[in-house]
């Protein structure tokens, strides 16, 4: 099992940048696929990016590709995404999750970290 914790979150302005951070315990965080999701109210929660268990594939919501970067380190059971070029329609409930490797559906949440960013 892996508990992940999500940090990192704050108030930017557009065109800023956040780094978020998810600490995940459990023994078998390496056997994850990792992924960010985000939520805004009223709307279900989408895929922002989602990374392999070695780290060596990433993958990016079309929305995000090319501001966004996904990369964990195994030896510390820890997933980042650094955002830059943030833009308001960024904002929305951050939730970092380990991905269940046989339906490849987020099994585990995190509880989210707010990310608001001011226009």
């Known amino acids: 099992q892996v508990q992940p914790v999500e940090s990192g979150g704050g108030l930017v302005q557009a065109g800023g940048s956040l780094r978020l951070a998810c600490a995940a315990s459990?023994?078998?965080?390496?056997?994850?696929?990792m992924g960010w999701f985000r939520q805004t109210p009223g709307k279900e929660r989408d895929f922002v990016a989602s990374i392999s268990r070695s780290g060596g594939d990433t993958r990016y919501a079309a929305s995000v590709k090319g501001r966004f970067t996904i990369s964990r380190d195994n030896t510390k059971n820890m997933v980042y995404l650094e955002m830059n070029s943030l833009q308001p329609e960024d904002t929305a409930v951050y939730y970092c999750a380990a991905i269940d490797g046989g339906t490849r559906t987020p099994r585990y949440w995190g509880q989210g970290t707010q990310v608001t960013v001011s226009s």
């Open positions: 459990g023994r078998t965080f390496s056997s994850y696929a």
